[in-house]
Every structure is written in C-alpha cells, then in structure tokens.
C-alpha cells in the first residue's frame, strides 16, 4: 500500500472511530430544570408544516421529537439544529410567544434580555438542561424584537452575547440579535429546483460572475443598495451578460465592512446591512426564475474576537481551540474553531443545511480551506504537530468530509466549492476514497501562474512558456473552477486590465486574450465583478464599480467583448461538457515558447470538436501552419481581435487543409494569426467520393457487355456485307 494511500486510510479509520464514539455519546435523557420534558415536547415540537423542495417534489422535514433532536445534537451530527436552537415561534398555554435555546454548558446563569422586558439581565432566567442546553418560553414577544442572552460565568463574569442560531440581527454598529419568523416567505422557484434536480453541474456550462453585494452598485446618496434593488438591477445585468452564476461574498452577518463578510458572528444571519432575511429570500428567488444559480461564500475556518460574537461564549472556550498553539490566527486576528467540538460540528453542519434549505442557494464556497487543513498555517514556527506528529489537522478533516457528505448526499446537485490553495490530494473525490469530499475546487495554480504569466513583458514570456501549459498536467486531477476573483484585484496587486503591460493599447487586447484563454482552458469559470468593464482601478468595498468608464470606446469594447465571449461558451457543448476528464482536451502544440502560441483541441461527448489558438505576443502572423486532425474545411467561429471587440480586425473565414505532417497529424491549416488574440474553429471533414452500390456496378458491368456484344454483332455483319 503506498504512503499516501495509508495516510488516507488512517484517516478514514479516525473518521469511523470517532463516529462510534460519538454514537455512543448520545443521550436520550434529558433533564429539563424546572419544567417536565413532557410539557416542553408538548409546547415546542418541530413544525410538521416545514417543508424543503427539491427538483419537482416537496419533502417534507419530519417532525421528531425534542428527545430525538438533542440526541443528535449532543453527539455532534445534527445538521438542522436551527430548527430548535435560537429563537422560534411558540405557543404555551394559549399564550404566543417566542421559544428560545442557547447551549452554554460553562455558565453558571443564562438570561434572556431585549427591548421587551428593559433589557433586564433577570427578569427571564433561562433553565438548564443536563447536557448545557439553556430555554425559556417568552409570551408576547414580537417579529423583529431585539434581544441578548446575558451570561454569568462560574468566576463571576458577565458577558452579553448575540444568539449564534439568530435569523436575523441589528445593523451595525449595532450587534444584538432580532427575532425572526424564517418560514415566512412563498417561494416561487420550484420549476428551477426541478430542472437542478436533473441537471448536475460537471456536464454543464458553468460561468461564474462574483460579487460583492455592498459595491456593485450604489444609490445616489452612497447607501448600499438592498437585496430587492439588486435582484432587480445585478440579476437581469448577469443574465444579460451570459453568466449561469452569481456568486455573493459573505452574506452572514459580520460587524466589519472591511472584512468583506469574510468574519462572522451571525452564522444564520442574512446581513441587515442590505435588508431582511425575506429580501434576500427575494433575490435567490428572481435569480432562480430567471435560470440563475446563486452561490455564497461562507466562512468555516475562523471567527472574530467581538466581544457579543462566539468567543469564549460561556466564559470557556465553547467553539475554539483552549490550546494557545492552535487557538488563533494572529495575522487575520481571529479565532480559530476546534473541530472536535460537537458545538462547532452542529453550529455549522446546521449552517451550511440552512443556507442550502431555507434560502435554496445552489452551493457553498468554502473560504479559507487550507488554513484549516495545516495546524502550521501562517503559525511561524508557533504549532503543535498532530497525535501522528503530522501538521495536518486530523479533526478538520474530519469534519470537511462529513459536512461535504451530508450535504451532497442531502443535495447531489448542489455545489460544495474549496478555496483549496495547496497541493493537498483529493480535494474533490469521496471521503469513503480518502478525499475531502468537496464536488468543485478553486484552480489557484492555474490562476497564480497565468497571472504571472500574462503581468510579464512579452519579450520574457518564452522563458515562461511554463505557466501557461503546466496547468494541463493536472487539469483533470480535481473538478475545478478557473476563478478571476476578488483577492487578485486588492491591496497593491492592481487590477486586470493594469497587470497587462504597456503599451496602453496592447492592455486591452492582452485582457481579451485573458479571458478567452480562461473560456477555453478546462474547467469551470469565474470572473469578480468590474473585470468585464476593464476597470483600471483597484476593487474598495466602500465605492462602488467605476461604471463611468462605460461611456469610452475602449471599456464599452471590452463589456461586448465579455457578453459575446460568455454566449460563445454557452452556446458549444466542447468548451464545457468535457471539463472533467482527458477525453474533453487534446494537445495540437504546446512548445511554441519562441512565438508564444499555443493550440489544443476541446472535444464534446459526441466527438465535435473546436480548435482553440492563442498568440501571447503582440507579433502578427501571415502565416501560421497547425497540424489538425482530419482534412477538409475550418472556419474561425469566434475571435478575439474583431474590430467590434477593440481589435485589429484580422480574420481567417474559411481555410482548406492541406495534406503535410505536422504536429503528430497528417493536415495542416495554414492561419492568418493577429497579435494578442485568441480564436476558434470549428473544423468539417472533406466529403468522401461516393462508392458505387453493388447494384450500380452490376448494371454497368452488364451494360458493358451488351455493347461489346453490338460492337462484335456490327463488325460480323460488315464482314459479311464485303464479302
């Protein structure tokens, strides 16, 4: 067995031991303080009513008893603990009110404060169960009430805390949770959801448009727009511009602008800085109806040192690492969460379930996966090794392969997406093979060698040729994603169109060939908003997207370029059906570094089949000879250096092979090739002389013989006449 089929395999052994253990740690029994268990199951069982649809049917979530539900929560695998965790409508003893549960099994007293008792640290007293679960019922409280749990530690300390089950939260700068009714809103999607159910993304056109919801676009007065104007305005413009998916950072409420949503305190919480949780309903809904999938970014890696937030919530280390070595990233001035812990588990298996069930989001980026995977992450030395002495953090991949597991079983058709920046193995195959389990993983060698690449002076680019063919040896080993994003745009790393070099009117060309080369390269695509404007300022949370450009040639050029070249990529099944295996991609020449072009083929189920040929020089080519793959026409069906797109206008139309050895083939078609372009043909084989039928060559071959036979019946008779 090889090493790292062993490594796996420990792994997995960990994984279904710690599965028994945890079985084993469930308990049945519960202690309810100063109430019956019978009075409390009575009072707040599970809506029967709630349903979750799924393709054309509905399923129903099925009631189970409270005993049920902490049974599976105490033994860490409950992926739906929000539906009796936080706050909940209620009814008890003919009042109506609100349910509330909060698990803090270190604290020596837990209240319920908000607007509707003064916020009064003791007016409701919550009562504990044997396992650290604290409720209360409270009548009369309202939709939208604010509301804290105030926390006594044993030591003595008070702490006022947001509830990390809440749907919903106060705007910051204010940080106090909000009463929500979740199950309000009528959703209008199902024939989507069907057609989802049926159409599982590996064979489908996936093209991404990543966006930050506070930035896109802003009113007037420099207020952020709400959900209901951006599902209005950001959807109509996505679809219009050819993309499958809008992909939202971080919509879970976070106290900080700056941080992008990337640190969060609300884990069930759609940010109020943009509406309410209905809103944000609303804009997943249009999305939908228009034939739009809506994908978040959602953050299980670390969580902020606020002090209403999840850090040391009871007063003990409830949800991160007690260990100092493992407890914090110093550099991002987080905490860290400790896997191992069935609080963590539950918080976010139920998390990841509600995003997916309640709001139908159609997959999760999973930000920041590497940090979880390495104990030594940005630690400088400051870590303790594993039990196998290893850097690898055994419980968080553990966790990574159950959560992926319970998610795509629950949901085959959604998408469960790694920001995955290492050479970890695996990442996108089955736990049960020794994976991670993810469906998608982000490209990052991909990204990070072609920007490198195409940032460099042209002269220097045949000493790189590297980059831009390396990521072909491993285009298959994972389901990937191309992604263009926002961390390549920030923080002194300049936009796309200003990493071109100069000259000016070479930037463009350069970006146009960017981007084609992303469209025909294998796997998924994702471009971060302000990229199809050609936007020569950095990207800032605090403005929004430099729109004006749009009223110059060259931007207004390369927003068409971006809306023909995604339309171009929906419309051919080769540039996408095959994007996870060899049969999809063939070679034609690859070590032209000297030119710094490159040709390959992309090959659809049926065998159809575009050719793709990218020049990274600003050198123009009358003529450029390429080895195909059967003789007869090609025809240049899209290019980059069309005059509408801000190009030169070369263009090829239609060329006739001829028959040379070249590139391993026995044809060649000889190109007209502009200078910082890309462009495609598709090519249709020379028609075969037809063969006779057997019936045909039958009739001519008797018909051959009748005239022989009148030609020697004439020369008789001739004879016979002269003589």
């Given amino acids: 067995m090889s090493s790292v089929i062993q490594k796996y395999w420990t792994f997995f052994c960990s994984y279904c031991i710690l599965y028994l253990v945890n079985e084993n740690l469930a308990s049945d029994k519960l202690c309810d ?111 939208f009430d604010t509301y804290k749990y105030a926390i006594r530690t044993p030591e003595g300390y008070e702490l006022d805390k947001a509830d990390p089950y809440a749907f919903h939260s106060e ?30 993304p590996y064979s489908q056109p996936v093209n991404i448009y990543e966006v930050h919801a506070g930035s896109w676009k802003r009113n007037a007065d420099d207020s952020f727009y709400s ?24 919509l879970t409420e976070h106290p900080l602008d700056a941080s992008w949503g990337y640190q969060v305190t609300g884990y069930f919480a759609a940010t109020s800085r943009y509406g309410t949780p209905d809103d944000l309903m609303y804009f997943v809904d249009k999305a939908h109806q228009t034939g739009m999938g809506v994908i978040m970014d959602w953050v299980p890696a670390h969580f902020p040192k606020d002090g209403h937030g999840l850090v040391e919530f009871d007063g003990s280390y409830l949800y991160e690492y007690a260990d100092p070595l493992k407890m914090e990233h110093k550099e991002w001035g987080t905490r860290v969460f400790d896997y191992g812990k069935v609080s963590v588990r539950n918080l976010l298996f139920s998390s990841a379930m509600f995003w997916i069930e309640k709001f139908h989001i159609d997959g999760l980026r999973v ?8 104990l030594d992450y940005n630690r400088q030395g400051e870590w303790r090794p594993n039990i196998h002495g290893g850097r690898e953090n055994l419980e968080a991949v553990d966790f990574l392969r159950l959560l992926n597991e319970m998610v795509l079983t629950a949901h085959p058709d959604c998408m469960m997406i790694a920001e995955e920046s290492t050479a970890w193995p695996m990442v996108t195959k089955p736990g049960y093979m020794g994976g991670l389990g993810f469906n998608f993983k982000w490209n990052m060698g991909w990204m990070n060698d072609m ?35 926002h961390d390549e745009v920030v923080h002194g790393k300049k936009s796309l169109l200003d990493k071109m070099p100069d000259p000016y009117e070479n930037k463009f060309a350069s970006l146009r060939t960017l981007f084609g080369y992303m469209i025909a390269h294998p796997g998924k695509k994702m471009l971060f908003m ?29 927003r068409a370029y971006v809306k023909a070249l995604n339309m171009f990529y929906l419309g051919n099944k080769e540039l996408w059906e095959n994007d996870t295996d060899w049969h999809g991609f063939s070679w034609i020449s690859h070590d ?14 049926d065998g159809s089949e575009i050719i793709c040929v990218a020049n990274f020089a600003p050198v123009y080519h009358e003529s450029y000879k390429i080895g195909v793959p059967f003789a007869g026409t090609y025809e240049e069906i899209f290019s980059s250096d069309n005059v509408e797109f801000g190009g030169s206008g070369v263009s090829n139309g239609k060329k006739r092979t001829k028959a040379a050895e070249l590139h391993g083939m026995e044809n060649i078609v000889d190109l007209k090739v502009a200078p910082l372009s890309i462009m495609f043909l598709r090519g249709k084989p020379r028609a075969k002389r037809a063969t006779p039928t057997k019936a045909k060559q039958d009739k001519k071959t008797t018909t051959s013989k009748t005239a022989t036979k009148r030609t020697t019946v004439r020369k008789t008779t001739k004879k016979t006449s002269d003589k």
């Fill in 33 to 143: 303080g100063n109430k019956k268990l019978g009075k409390r199951k009575q009072m707040d069982t599970i809506r029967a009513d709630s349903t979750s649809k799924k393709g054309d049917e509905c399923m129903e979530i099925k009631a189970i008893s409270l005993e049920e539900h902490l049974s599976l929560f105490h033994s860490g695998k409950d992926c739906h603990a929000y539906e009796f965790m936080g706050s909940h409508p209620a009814e008890c003893d003919g009042k109506n009110g609100y349910m509330f549960r909060v698990y803090a099994p270190n604290a020596a007293s837990v209240a319920v404060m908000g607007e509707f008792n003064g916020w009064s640290r003791t007016a409701h007293q919550m009562h504990r169960d044997d396992m650290g679960i604290w409720e209360l019922f409270i009548p009369d409280v309202r939709k």
């Fill in 171 to 200: 705007t910051r700068p204010g940080n106090g949770s909000k009463v929500f009714d979740i199950d309000g809103y009528k959703w209008n999607d199902d024939s989507w959801l069907s057609w989802r159910s049926k159409h599982e």
């Fill in 227 to 250: 959900y209901r104007q951006l599902a209005d305005e950001l959807i109509p413009y996505a679809k219009e511009m050819g993309y499958t998916h809008i992909e939202l950072m971080p």
């Fill in 367 to 374: 930000d920041a996966v590497a940090s979880m995977l390495y």
């Fill in 451 to 485: 920007l490198c690449y195409i940032g460099a002076d042209p002269f220097f680019r045949k000493d790189m040729h590297d980059k831009i063919t390396f990521s072909f040896m491993y285009a298959f080993s994972e389901n990937y994603i191309l992604p263009l994003s």
């Fill in 530 to 558: 302000g990229g199809e404007l050609g936007q020569f300022s950095e990207w800032s949370e605090v403005k929004q997207l430099d729109w004006m450009l749009l009223g110059y040639d060259s931007h207004r050029q390369m």
């Fill in 592 to 605: 032209d570094n000297v030119n710094n072009i490159i040709a390959f083929r992309r090959i659809a189920k």
